[in-house]
């Protein structure tokens, strides 16, 4: 796991960076909060480039609640996605924000370890793939 000095980036990868990370931005505005005020969003890009974004959706129950990477797994496979080649997530909190463990396990149903895994840091973004954030995921095969 490390941090990556988006200056330090090739310029088509900082833009495509920044791009994918501004949409996570963006979309957390959206988010449903009236009892944490803690926004996420992110935004969950496809293999052929598509983007499906997602916010956090709070229930008063909030074994209820939606997180926003779930939010934009689900927007993706409605339409008919199953290839995903990264996402990246954001909070309105710039100390840092990484998907939740219940958000790991959700994106190991659907992605490939190496998904690459954009985390908003304010002033830089960490990388990860999802294969390091949730090294012993619980899969199909583990059942069987």
Do not use: W
Request: proline fraction near 3%; include cysteine; charge should be negative.
């Amino acid at each position: 796991m490390h941090a990556v000095d988006l200056s330090l980036a090739m310029d088509d990868d900082r833009s495509s960076v920044d791009d994918l990370v501004e949409t996570a931005r963006d979309v957390q505005d959206r988010a449903h909060v009236p009892y944490s005020g803690y926004r996420v969003g992110a935004a969950l890009e496809t293999a052929d480039g598509e983007v499906f974004v997602g916010c956090n959706l709070e229930n008063a129950n909030f074994s209820n609640s939606l997180h926003a990477e779930e939010v934009a797994i689900a927007e993706a496979v409605k339409e008919g996605h199953r290839d995903f080649s990264r996402i990246a997530v954001s909070s309105d909190r710039r100390d840092g924000v990484t998907p939740c463990g219940m958000c790991r396990q959700t994106l190991t149903e659907f992605c490939d370890p190496d998904l690459l895994v954009l985390c908003d840091e304010g002033d830089s973004v960490s990388e990860y793939t999802l294969g390091e954030l949730l090294p012993n995921t619980i899969t199909e095969a583990t059942l069987e």
